[in-house]
C-alpha cells in the first residue's frame, strides 16, 4: 500500500507568522507532488505542484520537496485567517503505467488574528 | 477558466436504492476520476476512466459500482443498491492526455446521504 501521512493537527498559528505543513510519502517512485487547499464541505483545491527536489515558490507559497528523504513541505508566509483550512498533500502514484492521486489524511490549519 | 461540474450537489435516498451521480469533465480531458470523502476522513481514490474502460479500481469500487461515459461530455458513477456507509462526498476529476504527472481538477463534489 502506497501511502502518505501528514500530522493531522489542528495546526494553530498566529496572524502573520509562517505555517509548515509537512509530508512523507512511501512510493520512491513517486515524480510529481501537490498541495491542495479544502475548505470544510468543499472541493480540493491545487495550491502547489512540485516535481524536483528543491524550492518552488508561488506568492506566500512555498513548497519543498526531497526525494531522498521522501518528504513534502508547504510554507505558507504572513498567514492570513482566510488561510484556515485543511490542507491535503497528493502524490501521483503510477501503478502498471495507471496514474492516480493519493491523498494524506489533510493537516487542518487555523490562523488566529 | 474550465471547469470540472457535477450534479447534484446533494443527494439523499433510501438504503438499497440505486443512485446516479453525474459529472461533465473539462472537454478536452481524457483521463477521468471518482473520489470519495467520508465526513471527516481522507480523500480516497474510487476508480479511473480512460478510453472508455477502467483503467484502475480500488477495494472500495465493488460490484455495487460502475462507471460509464454515455456520450462526448458526461461521466456517471452508478451506485447499485446504496448502503448508509455510502454517505459520503463524491468528487469526480480529469485531466488531459498531454499532461503526465499534472494535477486533477476537482469538481464541486455531491454530497449523498444515505438513510
Known amino acids: 500500500q502506497k501511502e502518505v501521512e501528514q500530522n493531522s493537527g489542528p495546526l494553530s498559528v498566529p496572524e502573520g507568522a509562517i505555517a509548515s505543513l509537512n509530508c512523507t510519502y512511501s512510493?520512491?517512485?513517486?515524480?510529481?507532488f501537490f498541495w491542495y487547499r479544502q475548505y470544510s464541505g468543499k472541493s480540493p483545491e491545487l495550491i502547489m505542484s512540485?516535481?524536483?527536489?528543491g524550492d518552488k515558490e508561488d506568492g506566500r507559497f512555498t513548497a519543498q520537496l526531497n526525494k531522498a528523504s521522501q518528504y513534502v513541505s508547504l510554507l505558507i508566509r504572513d498567514s492570513q485567517p482566510s488561510d484556515s483550512a485543511t490542507y491535503l498533500c497528493?502524490?501521483?502514484?503510477?501503478?502498471?503505467?495507471?496514474?492516480?492521486?493519493?491523498f494524506g489524511t489533510g493537516t487542518r490549519l487555523t490562523i488566529i488574528p | 477558466e474550465p471547469e470540472v461540474t457535477q450534479t447534484p450537489s446533494h443527494q439523499v435516498t433510501q438504503m438499497g436504492q440505486e443512485v446516479i451521480l453525474r459529472c461533465v469533465p473539462i472537454?478536452?480531458?481524457?483521463?477521468f476520476y471518482w473520489y470519495r470523502q467520508i465526513l471527516g476522513q481522507k480523500v480516497e481514490f474510487l476508480v479511473s476512466?480512460?478510453?472508455?474502460?477502467?483503467?484502475?479500481k480500488s477495494e472500495i469500487f465493488d460490484d455495487q459500482f460502475s462507471v460509464e461515459r454515455p456520450d462526448g461530455s458526461n461521466f456517471t458513477l452508478k451506485i447499485r443498491s446504496t448502503k448508509l456507509e455510502d454517505s459520503a462526498m463524491y468528487f469526480c476529476?480529469?485531466?488531459?492526455?498531454?499532461?503526465?504527472?499534472?494535477?486533477?481538477?476537482f469538481g464541486n463534489g455531491t454530497r449523498l446521504t444515505v438513510t
Open positions: 476529476a480529469s485531466r488531459g492526455l498531454w499532461q503526465k504527472n499534472s494535477p486533477l481538477h
Open positions: 512510493d520512491r517512485g513517486s515524480q510529481s
Open positions: 512540485i516535481y524536483s527536489n
Open positions: 497528493a502524490v501521483n502514484v503510477v501503478n502498471f503505467g495507471n496514474e492516480k492521486l493519493t
Open positions: 472537454s478536452n480531458h481524457l483521463y
Open positions: 476512466f480512460y478510453n472508455n474502460e477502467i483503467s484502475e
